[in-house]
């Protein structure tokens, strides 16, 4: 059994059926992608095991227990982090700031004046922020404006704000999206570092085949709201009705 258990997940949205009988296991520890056309309702499972979007039948167990239902701090306190296809950061404070908001186990910042004034008699939380951004390689950036950042690091500064929280789960929205090559390729390097260092489990939705090859240990393709297979990176690229239907040339 997976950290994560998708079973027979259906949702419909009037006469539109996004999701199929849905069945997913994603193994502890690895790195699972899903990959499908727009439309193919990637998006919809995302919010399905983020708790966003309850499913019309079926259930999404994390680590034995149900997501469904749950408000996304409590899904946070399950130990799954969020990164979504835009980053989520406050502009208006310092990459040091951003990462030390999640330490209260929230991301928004309506609270943030008071937090803050108890956060900076925390040795320990700045510590643990400082430790982060070395982790990112955003040290050297700590009090920084996040608003002045390049897209890749804004992408870095989001997965710091999700690693502070020390999640088991790592979902990842289609994480290079808008990016250039350079920062793409340096956002898989950077994955595979976290990877590397800590025991998590990410599942990523990605179009770029690129990024995709480049880090999934298993792949699911949906094909109009339902798995059309489920292997190894390798067996998916020598699928030739997998290739002809949803790789096509992106896979160079």
């Given at each position: 059994m997976g950290i994560l258990e998708v079973k027979g997940v259906n949702k419909r949205f009037g006469g539109l059926q996004a999701l199929g009988d849905v069945n997913l296991s994603v193994a502890e520890n690895t790195v699972h992608a899903i990959i499908g056309p727009n439309g193919a309702g990637k998006s919809t499972l995302l919010n399905c095991l983020v708790?966003?979007?309850?499913?019309?039948?079926?259930?999404?167990?994390?680590?034995?227990?149900?997501?469904?239902?749950?408000?996304?701090h409590e899904i946070n306190q399950m130990g799954i982090s969020r990164v979504f296809q835009t980053p989520e950061i406050f502009g208006d404070l310092t990459v040091l700031e951003n990462i030390l908001i999640p330490c209260f186990g929230k991301r928004d910042g309506a609270f943030r004046m008071h937090a803050f004034e108890q956060v900076f008699h925390e040795k320990s939380l700045i510590e643990k922020a400082e430790a982060i951004l070395e982790d990112v390689n955003m040290a050297d950036k700590k009090d920084f404006h996040s608003a002045s950042l390049s897209r890749g690091d804004k992408r870095r500064l989001e997965m710091a704000m999700c690693l502070v929280q020390e999640p088991k789960?790592?979902?990842?929205?289609?994480?290079?999206?808008?990016?250039?090559?350079?920062?793409?390729?340096?956002?898989?390097?950077?994955?595979?570092?976290?990877?590397?260092?800590?025991?998590?489990?990410?599942?990523?939705?990605?179009?770029?085949?690129?990024?995709?090859f480049s880090l999934a240990e298993r792949i699911t393709?949906?094909?109009?709201?339902?798995?059309l297979v489920e292997d190894t990176p390798e067996n998916i690229k020598g699928n030739p009705k997998v290739q002809e239907a949803y790789l096509g040339e992106s896979q160079h």
């Amino acid at each position: 059994m997976g950290i994560l258990e998708v079973k027979g997940v259906n949702k419909r949205f009037g006469g539109l059926q996004a999701l199929g009988d849905v069945n997913l296991s994603v193994a502890e520890n690895t790195v699972h992608a899903i990959i499908g056309p727009n439309g193919a309702g990637k998006s919809t499972l995302l919010n399905c095991l983020v708790g966003k979007l309850i499913p019309d039948t079926g259930s999404v167990m994390f680590d034995g227990q149900s997501v469904l239902g749950r408000k996304p701090h409590e899904i946070n306190q399950m130990g799954i982090s969020r990164v979504f296809q835009t980053p989520e950061i406050f502009g208006d404070l310092t990459v040091l700031e951003n990462i030390l908001i999640p330490c209260f186990g929230k991301r928004d910042g309506a609270f943030r004046m008071h937090a803050f004034e108890q956060v900076f008699h925390e040795k320990s939380l700045i510590e643990k922020a400082e430790a982060i951004l070395e982790d990112v390689n955003m040290a050297d950036k700590k009090d920084f404006h996040s608003a002045s950042l390049s897209r890749g690091d804004k992408r870095r500064l989001e997965m710091a704000m999700c690693l502070v929280q020390e999640p088991k789960l790592l979902l990842l929205d289609e994480p290079t999206a808008g990016m250039a090559r350079a920062d793409t390729n340096n956002t898989i390097d950077l994955l595979k570092e976290i990877k590397s260092k800590r025991d998590i489990t990410m599942c990523i939705i990605e179009h770029d085949m690129h990024v995709v090859f480049s880090l999934a240990e298993r792949i699911t393709v949906l094909a109009q709201g339902t798995p059309l297979v489920e292997d190894t990176p390798e067996n998916i690229k020598g699928n030739p009705k997998v290739q002809e239907a949803y790789l096509g040339e992106s896979q160079h």
